[in-house]
């Protein structure tokens, strides 16, 4: 019996096709776990990049995102008031991280990066790790995306810091993960 085109090709999909999505999102956290060692790195975007792993590879978690910061020297403080675990490394003072006690934020100051550099940066990393990302709008107004890592949903939206954030600055970002309720 002869196979027709039609089951060649539908047989050679099958092979090419990516392993199941349990099995993408374990492969995808491996990476970004991985890229969290970035936070040591001498280079002020790659240290960016460290972070935002950090952020993502907390799922959720404000422990775990935690954790993940102070593995690399980074020194946490609480803000009962606010809500928040501040992640700080005194070397490196121009990057910064704001962690919701409840999971639902994770925030990250760069103080020397721009937001064109972060924007570019974050997709970048989404990319590495296969992550599944669609152009959104932010809660400002800004550029932002919405991301899948590991079984977590993100909104992450890239703004200048500051008490006023504009969508585009030279000099600082500021990047917002909010987690998707669900």
Not at 14 to 21: F, G, Q, S
Not at 57 to 80: K, N
């Amino acid at each position: 019996m002869q196979l027709s085109l039609i089951r060649c090709s539908a047989v050679a999909v099958l092979i090419v096709l990516p392993a199941p999505l349990q099995a993408a999102e374990a492969r995808d956290m491996g990476i970004i776990r991985n890229m969290v060692d970035d936070l040591d790195h001498e280079s002020r975007f790659m240290r960016l990049n460290g972070a935002l792993a950090a952020c993502l590879a907390g799922e959720g978690d404000q422990y775990l995102a935690s954790g993940w910061f102070e593995d690399h020297g980074w020194l946490p403080r609480v803000d009962t008031d606010m809500g928040i675990v501040e992640m700080t490394n005194r070397s490196h003072a121009d990057l910064y991280a704001w962690i919701a006690e409840d999971g639902s934020a994770c925030q990250i100051w760069a103080e020397d990066v721009g937001t064109q550099d972060a924007f570019d940066i974050l997709n970048e990393l989404a990319e590495a790790a296969g992550l599944p990302v669609e152009e959104a709008e932010g809660e400002v107004g800004c550029p932002a995306i919405t991301l899948v890592a590991g079984n977590v949903g993100y909104l992450a939206e890239v703004t200048s810091s500051g008490n006023d954030p504009v969508c585009i600055d030279v000099n600082t970002s500021r990047i917002n993960f909010v987690r998707a309720e669900g």
